[in-house]
């Protein structure tokens, strides 16, 4: 199934970086143990996004991410429930992934989906 995901994007030199922190948990599947941390998500879309970590992710984990997104209220916070790394740049020297939203709130989507409206038309 990954192998018909989008490989790992990195914005072209024209495009904005959003550069929003986002707290992420990471559950191993085999462990049960949990780690948690934070990244900073480079760009955004409604069902996909681009972060960059000091955290080395694999293909196919899946992480829990929370993150707010500017113009909103500190209470409509983004918890995009679970996202499932579909691959990573392929510079060793930098940890940057392309994160497929695998399930995710109504409110989360509404909020995602208005923010990038508003970038369309800023």
Request: charged share 25%.
């Amino acid at each position: 199934m990954l192998g018909s995901l989008p490989k790992a994007k990195v914005p072209g030199s024209g495009e904005s970086l959003l550069e929003l922190l986002a707290h992420y948990e990471l559950v191993d599947p085999g462990t049960g143990r949990a780690r948690s941390g934070f990244a900073v998500i480079l760009a955004l879309e409604s069902a996909e996004l681009y972060l960059e970590s000091d955290v080395r992710f694999e293909p196919g984990q899946e992480l829990g991410l929370r993150f707010f997104l500017p113009g909103t209220k500190v209470s409509n916070r983004v918890n995009v429930a679970l996202g499932c790394v579909v691959d990573r740049c392929e510079d060793p020297d930098q940890l940057r992934y392309s994160v497929r939203v695998v399930k995710s709130s109504a409110a989360a989507k509404t909020a995602i989906e208005t923010f990038l409206s508003a970038e369309k038309s800023a």
